[in-house]
């Protein structure tokens, strides 16, 4: 015989069999699904992203001319690895400081603009 009007601390739902205390409990588990873990390791000065647009990678040759950007994504392509905050892509491909780039920024060229 259970009785449900017996309540514990926490208001947690239990009941009382012949003698036992028997407190009902729930675990729920939240596992990431694969489509938001990281399937590779990006290296020095750069961080995965799921969605990129190609027109918005960032490189030193951007420094001289930024192309535009969208702010909203018309749509999304593949994952990938991208430069962080102040880091621009070198002519060989790896991330590099934008004062590393090899010439000087344009007054024109803002922070905002290479992110």
Same mark, same amino acid.
């Given at each position: 015989?259970?009785?449900?009007?017996?309540?514990?601390?926490?208001?947690?739902?239990?009941?009382?069999?012949?003698?036992?205390?028997?407190?009902?409990?729930?675990?729920?588990?939240?596992?990431?699904?694969?489509?938001?873990?990281?399937?590779?390791?990006? /290296?020095?000065?750069?961080?995965?992203?799921? +969605?990129?647009?190609?027109? %918005?990678?960032?490189?030193?040759?951007? @420094? =001289?001319? *930024?192309? /535009?950007?969208?702010?909203?994504?018309?749509? +999304?392509?593949?994952?990938? %690895?991208?430069?962080?905050?102040?880091? @621009? =892509?070198? *002519?060989?491909?790896?991330?590099?400081?934008?004062?590393? +780039?090899?010439?000087?920024?344009?007054?024109?060229?803002?922070?905002?603009?290479?992110?």
């Amino acid at each position: 015989m259970c009785i449900s009007s017996f309540k514990v601390a926490f208001v947690m739902p239990s009941c009382v069999l012949t003698g036992f205390l028997f407190i009902a409990t729930l675990t729920t588990v939240s596992v990431a699904s694969s489509e938001d873990q990281m399937p590779f390791d990006c /290296p020095a000065n750069e961080h995965y992203i799921k +969605c990129r647009l190609e027109v %918005c990678i960032k490189t030193c040759s951007h @420094l =001289r001319k *930024a192309p /535009p950007c969208p702010s909203i994504a018309p749509g +999304c392509y593949q994952p990938a %690895c991208v430069c962080d905050t102040g880091y @621009l =892509r070198n *002519a060989n491909g790896i991330c590099v400081h934008k004062d590393e +780039c090899g010439f000087d920024i344009p007054d024109y060229i803002t922070e905002s603009k290479l992110m």
